[in-house]
């Protein structure tokens, strides 16, 4: 299968993935990158390795609807399979997001269903939560709420800010995000209705 990552900023989670996808074994081929902010620096980082990168600003587009069209039509050019959102800053409408319905992914830096949204770092602090982590999840409508594939947790210590806690959850972020895209290329992570069926696997 062809695989679409699609990023605003900078890159780190695409990274992993194009490296994970390099194996010989892995069974999906990183086919482009796509960014809706043309100065995003995961473009060149993309392009230094390689890839096939597009950007598509989303300022030259009147509505969601007219961008989301235009995304679509790149992914149809490119003939991908599947989408990775890795860091992608962008609402997606309805109709897009049910036309890749179980053939789109996203990262979370949170255990979802806690802290859906920005600033999940900070918020995590705050309400004072000892395990802190991250979720690769199939993309549905609704923002950051889609069946669960893979979590990762981590702790939460004594003197924690909000990068010194990121940066512990963005190191498990790079190891599930391309175990994740793994098993859905497979075929032994799939949407099954609002939950995920799951083959027994190893990591
Ligand atoms: C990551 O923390 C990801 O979970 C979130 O946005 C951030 C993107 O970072 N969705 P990067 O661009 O992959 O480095």
Redesign the pocket.
């Known amino acids: 299968p062809r695989v679409a990552v699609l990023?605003?900023?900078?890159?780190?989670?695409?990274m992993s993935l194009i490296e994970a996808a390099a194996a010989p074994d892995f069974p999906a081929e990183i086919a482009c990158v796509i960014s809706n902010r043309p100065e995003a620096h995961?473009l060149a980082r993309a392009q230094a390795a390689n890839i096939p990168v597009r950007a598509i600003d989303h300022k030259a587009f009147a509505d969601r609807p007219s961008f989301d069209a235009a995304l679509d039509a790149a992914l149809a050019e490119e003939q991908i399979d599947f989408v990775c959102?890795?860091?992608f800053m962008r609402l997606l409408t309805r109709a897009f997001t049910e036309k890749w319905a179980g053939r789109m992914i996203?990262?979370?830096?949170a255990l979802l269903p806690s802290f859906k949204g920005l600033h999940t770092h900070e918020r995590a602090l705050s309400e004072g939560v000892l395990i802190h982590g991250?979720t690769v999840h199939f993309v549905t409508a609704e923002m950051d709420v889609g069946p669960i594939i893979m979590q990762a947790a981590v702790p939460v210590l004594e003197g924690d800010t909000p990068g010194t806690l990121?940066a512990r959850?963005?190191a498990q972020?790079h190891v599930i995000y391309p175990a994740a895209l793994r098993l859905v290329c497979d075929g032994r992570a799939r949407l099954e209705g609002n939950r995920v069926g799951l083959d027994a696997f190893e990591i």
């Open positions: 990023i605003s900023g900078r890159g780190s989670n695409m995961g959102l890795a860091g996203n990262i979370h830096p991250c990121g959850v963005l972020e």
